[in-house]
C-alpha cells in the first residue's frame, strides 16, 4: 500500500513564526502536492514538485514555499506565519504517468 | 468560473439505499480525468474511483460506480446498498491533461450521512 506521512496532525503557532510542515511518501513517486483544505472551499493546490530540487506553483502559493531536496521527502514552509494560513494542509504523491494521487492524514495549523 | 460544481452540501440517506451525489465539471480541454475521493472524519483522503475523459465504459468498484455523461460534461457518484461508514465527505475532483499542471481541482464536497 502506499503510505504517505505528514509529520504532525496537528500544530499550534504563534503569527510571524516559520513554520515546517513535512511530508515522506514510500512509494518512490516522482510527484509530490501540497494542498490547503477550508470548510466550503474544498482543496486548493498550493505547490507541487515533479522531481527533486524542482517545484512548480498552484493556484494559491501566496505565503509558502517549499522544498525539495530528497524525493521522498517534500516540505511546506510559512517563512512569517499569519492568522488566515490557520487550515488544514494535505500532502499527496502520484508516479509519473499513473493520475491517482494518495493522501497523507493532513496537519491542522493554527495560527494564533 | 468553477471548474468542479457539487450542488448538494449536505445529504441524509438511510442505510442500505442506493446514493447519487452530483458532480458537474467545466473544460475546454479533450482529455481531462474525474475522480471521486472520501474523507472521514479522521481527515484522510481516500481515493475512490477514476474516469478518463476518453474511457467508453462508466467505471466501477465494487460498490461504486461513475455515472460519466460527457455531453452534460457530469460525473456523480454513485453508491450502491450504503452503510453506516459510508458516512463521510465526498468530493469530486479533476485534472486536465493538456495544460501541464498535475494538480487536481476539487469541488467544494458532499457531507453524506447514513442514517440507521
Known amino acids: 500500500d502506499v503510505k504517505v506521512t505528514q509529520s504532525s496532525r496537528y500544530l499550534v503557532k504563534r503569527t510571524g513564526e516559520k513554520v515546517f510542515l513535512e511530508c515522506v511518501q514510500d512509494m518512490d513517486h516522482e510527484n509530490m502536492f501540497w494542498y490547503r483544505q477550508d470548510p466550503g472551499l474544498g482543496l486548493r493546490l498550493i505547490y507541487f514538485?515533479?522531481?527533486?530540487?524542482?517545484?512548480e506553483k498552484g493556484d494559491i502559493p501566496e505565503g509558502y514555499s517549499v522544498s525539495r531536496e530528497k524525493k521522498e521527502r517534500f516540505s511546506l514552509i510559512l517563512e512569517s506565519a499569519s492568522t488566515n494560513q490557520t487550515s488544514m494542509y494535505l500532502c499527496?504523491?502520484?508516479?509519473?504517468?499513473?493520475?491517482?494521487?494518495?493522501f497523507g492524514a493532513g496537519t491542522r495549523l493554527s495560527v494564533l | 468560473a468553477q471548474k468542479i460544481t457539487q450542488t448538494q452540501p449536505g445529504m441524509f440517506v438511510q442505510e442500505k439505499e442506493a446514493v447519487t451525489l452530483d458532480c458537474t465539471y467545466d473544460?475546454?480541454?479533450?482529455?481531462?480525468?474525474l475522480f471521486w475521493y472520501k474523507q472521514p472524519s479522521s481527515g484522510e483522503m481516500i481515493f475512490l474511483i477514476y474516469?478518463?475523459?476518453?474511457?467508453?465504459q462508466n467505471a466501477t468498484e465494487g460498490r461504486y460506480s461513475l455515472n460519466f455523461q460527457k455531453a452534460r460534461k457530469s460525473a456523480n457518484l454513485v453508491i450502491s446498498a450504503s452503510q453506516l461508514g459510508d458516512s463521510a465527505m465526498y468530493f469530486c475532483a479533476m485534472r486536465e491533461f493538456g495544460g501541464g499542471a498535475d494538480g487536481l481541482t476539487f469541488g467544494k464536497g458532499t457531507h453524506l450521512i447514513i442514517q440507521p
Open positions: 514538485s515533479y522531481d527533486v530540487k524542482m517545484k
Open positions: 474516469q478518463g475523459s476518453y474511457d467508453q
Open positions: 499527496a504523491s502520484s508516479s509519473q504517468g499513473q493520475n491517482i494521487q494518495y
Open positions: 473544460t475546454s480541454d479533450p482529455s481531462y480525468g
